[in-house]
């Protein structure tokens, strides 16, 4: 193998730990470096599982609050409870989705069912809504996988427009008044957490960020900063794992031994970079806000697209 490989994976590694929680889209920065540095992965899944090593800086930055809730008292029935309201949930959904079609084929007024009351526990409200904000992502990835792969993944040119679409949204909802109503991510109301889940769908169009689209959906939400950037982090774990999953499942032939001290080199250089980030971004974003991402977007989209016209 060879020293220039591993060398452009550990740089793609720590753009993605870099990159990851930021709402800059790690994968439309890796995409874009990999197409400038020509390195080519197989069926561009050094680009899924090194994300892997961002999951394991969420896991590690909050394994404290992890291991208090697993003390608990009761903790496993807490985790049954957060099941049974993700089912719950699930019904709730599928009713409301039957009534709108009654409704919208007899003409009538729609009537939606009210959601099902979920235990007051913090952490069984958050597990629940990382269960819903991810069923969207879900559904919709693994029947989209392949056209994401093969079509949205080699288009360079729309991730340079993406990006910039991205820094201009990201500076517009920055100067917004927005008044947040939630301050807490535990607290939001389940519609609340489907419908985060729903923005983030649009993060499978590489060069948009699925940090930058959870964000944006629950600022307009109303969730206020360090809240949505928090629910984020968790919406993380779960969506990733599932592309993760995905991924290695659909390219377990197409792998080979030579595959995996690249990926190896790049997970462990995202892990540690994502830890990082991780630490600073949620203090920095409750200051300053989201504008230098949006300005960080509309750079790197930009000569991104300047060196597409000269280099291709």
Known sequence: MEIQTLIEALLLGLLEGLTEFLPVSSTGHILLAGHFLGFESTGKVFEVLIQLGAILAILSVYAGRFFTFLRRPGAFRLIGEAIVGVIAALVWLCGCAFEIVAATVRRRKVNLFLPPELPNDPAVRLMVGVGLGFLPAAVIGALAHDFIKTVLFETPILICVMLILGGIVLLWIDRQDLKPKYHDAASLPLSTYLKIGLFQCLAMIPGTSRSGATIVGSLLLGVDKRAAAEFSFFLA???????FALDLFKNRDLLSASDFPVIAVGFIAAF????LVVRSLLAYVSRHGYS???WWRLAVGGVG????????
């Open 292 to 294: 230098l991402f949006g």
């Open 237 to 243: 774990i779960p969506t990733m794992m599932g592309a």
């Open 272 to 275: 540690v970079t994502a830890v």
């Open 305 to 312: 697209l300047i060196a597409l016209l000269i280099w291709g």
